[in-house]
């Protein structure tokens, strides 16, 4: 399985990106899809997750709100609409995928990655 994220660039706070993730191989519809940020000196965190069913969202406190995750079985791609974007938002966003289907929230919980992709926010 291969995980290949997009999407990322440079915006003014304030402004809006929509990341997605390419999940090539295995069967999409048989994992929960999460993703996670690393901001420069900083681990890992946690961001949003959304279940295999799709019926449930999951937020880290600080993006609930102004992020929204996806998922389109038929393109087998998981999103992130971010929008109302702040500096504390910058890192490399990383989304991943897990058979499992609880503790989303959890890093270790999840068995592919992608590459990462950089989000820059800026004046």
Known sequence: VQLQ???GGLVQPGGSLKLS???IGGTFVNYAAGWFRQASGKEREFVAAIPRSGS????????EGR??????N?????NL???RLEIGDTAVYYCG????WYGLHREE???YWGQGTQVTVSS
């Open 67 to 72: 992020f929204t995750i996806s998922r389109d």
């Open 74 to 78: 038929a393109q087998s791609t998981v």
């Open 56 to 63: 449930a969202r999951y937020y880290e406190d600080t993006v």
């Open 21 to 23: 993730c390419a999940v």
């Open 109 to 111: 919980v999840y068995e």
């Open 5 to 7: 994220a997009s999407g």
């Open 97 to 100: 995928v897990t058979s499992g």
């Open 81 to 83: 609409q971010m929008s």
